[in-house]
């Protein structure tokens, strides 16, 4: 009916960032606990505050301080509303730049964590780009990095019809369908390591993440019970140790990874 649909498309979200969201706590919370004090922690393109704000929440004796690192003024002003609501203005900072600045309006070397999450596809350079997240982490320091993920945009092509799509995608160096497609660049995880690689990163870990999230209708996670029983099967499916490829699936592959 009309009036569920708002419900219906807020469960369907919430299916599609829970997973990510449980691996970036785990981070933090296994990095605090390692380093025995709150972390540090940089968010590169956070945007409104969708991951730096909960963050925040998990309080300081977790983490000390979240720097946000956005382009737009108009998402930074969202996001500081935001941590204002949730009453952790005062450990939340924005920062307008991208990845080019982010030596100018940080200080290097300083963050426990760096998240650099849907980042990677629209940037001129991701090799560049990962050599100045890396610059950004403290000695001992962990990145936690989203990328679209090729396989999954193959899969989701093929589904509503499109095959010359997905075959471009399949095929191509990008990963993109080209005109039309929102995303310039997805990745497959084998070019994800070898960006980390040269980057001097070292993958510690990874998941593919939404493996079948984005492709399920909403009207099948209209309710908790459906939302919590595909939530098991996307933890399962993502971490299943004799099929490893179904994680690269995902329509975001997460890699978790320090300076070597």
Known sequence: MPQDQPRTRRA??????????????DVAVGQAAQLGRPIVVLDLGGGTGELAVPL?????????????????????AALQRR????????????????????AEVVPLGSFDVVCCHGVLEVVD???????????????????????????????SRALVG????????????????????PLPR??????????VTEAGLEV?????????????????VDTDSQRTALLALEDTLAGHAAYPLLGELG???HVVARAR
């Open 12 to 25: 369907a979200a919430g299916v599609r960032t829970a997973a990510l969201w449980a691996d970036v706590r």
């Open 56 to 76: 925040a929440e998990l309080g300081p004796d977790i983490v000390a301080a979240v720097t946000v690192v956005d382009p737009s003024p108009d998402a930074l």
């Open 83 to 102: 941590a204002a609501e949730s009453g952790v203005a005062d450990r939340v900072t924005a920062l307008q730049g991208d990845a080019d600045t982010l």
């Open 125 to 155: 350079d991701p090799g560049v780009t990962l050599r100045a997240v890396s610059a950004a982490l403290a000695p001992g320091g962990v990145v936690s990095l989203a990328a679209a993920g090729r396989l999954a945009a193959v899969l």
């Open 162 to 181: 499109e095959f010359d799509q997905a075959h471009i995608v399949l095929t191509g160096g990008t990963g993109s369908w080209g005109e039309g497609d």
């Open 186 to 195: 997805r990745f497959d995880l084998q070019a994800l390591r070898a960006l």
């Open 204 to 220: 510690d870990s990874w998941r593919g993440t939404r493996v079948l999230s984005d492709l399920v209708p909403s009207v099948h």
């Open 251 to 253: 329509a975001a592959l």
